[in-house]
């Protein structure tokens, strides 16, 4: 830092594609203070060192930065940059802050500059000090790229191209860049394994009238899919060729992104003169609106996966009552391993929330092996996962009792289902942003003078990113609040309540926007439910609900029986018979 001239310098969790899992090869953060988390961002001045992260993190973070000499500073807002405002606060006038700004959104730097020059602090930018004195930094990945078929994504790479050269024409702008690698994926019906996780390949994308470019190791991409690129107009470039290509854009020429998902570096490379065009990738807007055969394609999956939930649960009921040690661990295991006998499983789509008791209040608990906790036949058991399908992505929430629940546990799931309830039953006019139907997700908790600090719902990519902007329900770091929930849509629907030290209530739907009605008052559209897995019926207290709610929930059940029936043992079929009878 003394020799560039900088007196503080950041240090993110985050990589030059603004993924939500990092390569190893740039996880900086881990392997300069040994914490692991997924967020946080660490700042080092001349006599101090803090680690910014979100109460998630706050008793791993305080175990992994013991005599690292790094203090953990905890964040009020998860998903903020408080660290920004700190600086602009504690530095000695005329400060310089450093940044490698690979790292960093176009529009976060801007951010930073403003706010840091408002108080007479200075942003330095391309500063690496990282990489010199990471000795055994792994490479980059060079995992091998492969099709996605067209009988899964049911449209080809050119039609997506077409459709995306559509909507750039209207921008005005003679060149697309796209640096987020579910979209690249999306868009060139092709999927890797570089990312934990997402099934995605470290690369860059170009797409003008002349032709699509992809910037990537070509050493990933067979012959064969080279081959097919090519019959496509598509070309392959080394991943580094991208900085000279935008340095050496036509004069005169335009060029159209997202701040808010290039690099701040990569957008320095273009030439002064180059017109910028802002606004979100063409490419995510038009991926969220699933097409019918990838709708098809997810009530398939979602017949597969909720097998899978139903022998966990059978499972989980099996063992624990028999008086076998199981932990949070054997059912992340165990879920995996069901989902793993189904046809064209790829993977699990996150790191799954297995949690026992009151690790279920700790909103986005990761469970380990080291801090697993055993499962008694007694309490509340919350479980969060989701599975990666050739046709499809899956992400569900189902909380159970180990024992008879008392009033608050009844009331408090009730509470939370209700929500879950009023989103998946609303009818809603086309227009409808997520945040104006969020209340009916939350009414029934506070009416109880409860609440929940996360987002009601996201979207979920297809055989990609398990959290898939734009829609969002409520407040969400995956999202923008402003775009409109659309027919086609994948959204899950997860209100919950959380008590601290005791239990977590969660119960989590994806859902697909379809068209329901249109008069004269204009088109109006409803949640279909996607998920097929049973809802506790011991936790639920039926004075709470309304006979609409009831009525629902019945033929949820039913249907939830008569799609899984034929993928169960005997033994699972009788439990699923008993756990989906009316209420």
């Known amino acids: 830092m003394t020799e560039k001239g900088v007196d503080a310098y950041i240090i993110p969790s985050s990589d030059p594609h603004q993924n939500e899992y990092i390569p190893p090869c740039w996880q900086f953060r881990s392997w300069i203070s040994g914490f692991t988390g997924s967020a946080g961002t660490i700042v080092v001045t001349a006599d101090f060192a803090g680690l910014w992260t979100d109460s998630r993190y706050f008793l791993q973070a305080e175990n ?65 000090l990282l990489t010199p004195i990471w000795i055994d930094k792994p490479s980059l990945p060079d995992n091998p790229v492969f099709e996605h078929h067209l009988k899964f994504s049911g449209i080809s790479r050119v039609e997506k191209i077409n459709k995306v050269a559509e909507v750039l024409n209207s921008t005005g702008a003679g060149y697309h860049l796209i640096a987020t690698l579910d979209d690249i994926a999306w868009l060139l019906n092709l999927r890797g394994a570089d990312i934990s996780f997402c099934p995605v390949f470290i690369s860059y994308c170009i797409l003008s009238s002349a032709g699509t470019i992809l910037f990537i190791n070509p050493d990933k991409v067979s012959k064969s899919i080279t081959s097919e690129l090519e019959s496509d107009n598509i070309q392959i470039r080394p991943y580094e060729a991208i900085s000279d290509f935008l340095e050496n854009l036509p004069k005169g020429s335009s060029i159209y992104f997202s701040p808010e998902k290039v690099n701040h570096a990569l957008i320095q490379s273009i030439p002064a003169d180059i017109k910028k065009v802002h606004g979100m990738s063409i490419t995510t807007g038009l991926k969220a609106l699933k097409n019918s055969v990838e709708i098809e394609g997810l009530k398939r999956v979602m017949v597969k996966d909720g097998a ?55 909103v986005h608990y990761s469970v380990t092996p080291e801090e697993s906790l055993n499962i008694l036949p007694q309490g509340i058991f919350l479980l969060d996962s989701g599975g990666h399908y050739s046709d499809g992505t899956t992400d569900t929430t189902r909380t159970i009792t180990l024992s008879e629940p008392d009033h608050q546990q009844k009331s408090d799931f009730t509470r939370a289902l209700k929500g879950t309830l009023g989103v998946s039953m609303l009818r809603f006019p086309k227009g409808t942003k997520g945040y104006q139907m969020d209340i009916l997700a939350r009414k029934a908790l506070w009416d109880a003078g409860l609440n929940y600090g996360h987002g009601t719902g996201h979207g979920v990519g297809f ?86 709610e009831i009525e629902w929930l019945n033929l949820y059940h039913q249907r939830v029986f008569v799609e899984l029936a034929g993928s169960l043992n005997v033994d699972e079929r009788i439990w699923l018979q008993e756990a989906t009878k009316p209420i």
């Open 64 to 128: 992994q930065l013991k005599g690292s000499a790094i203090e953990l500073v905890k964040l009020r807002i998860p998903h903020t940059p408080e660290h920004v405002p700190w600086l602009a606060s504690n530095l000695a006038p005329n400060s310089k802050v450093g940044i490698d700004d690979r790292f960093f959104s176009l529009g976060m730097v801007q951010y930073m500059k403003e706010t840091l020059s408002g108080a007479g602090h200075q942003l330095i930018t391309g500063i690496d």
């Open 308 to 362: 899978a939930w139903v022998k966990t649960l059978c499972w989980i009921d099996k063992q624990v009552h028999s008086g076998a040690i199981e932990s949070e661990w054997s059912v992340a295991l165990k879920i995996a391993e069901f989902r793993a006998e189904q046809p064209d499983y790829m993977g699990e789509s996150f790191h799954p929330i297995s949690s026992y008791g009151w690790h279920g209040a700790v």
């Open 463 to 548: 055989f990609l990113s398990v959290h898939e902007g734009p829609q969002t329900i409520g407040t969400s770091a995956s999202g923008n609040v402003n775009v409109g929930i659309e027919p086609g849509m994948i959204t899950t629907v997860e209100p919950a309540i959380y008590r601290e030290g005791n239990y977590g209530m969660r119960t989590e739907n994806m859902t697909v926007v379809v068209e329901d009605i249109e008069n004269e008052y204009g088109s109006f559209y409803r949640f279909d439910t996607l998920t097929l897995a049973p809802i506790d019926k011991n936790l639920i207290d039926r004075e709470l609900l309304t006979s609409a």
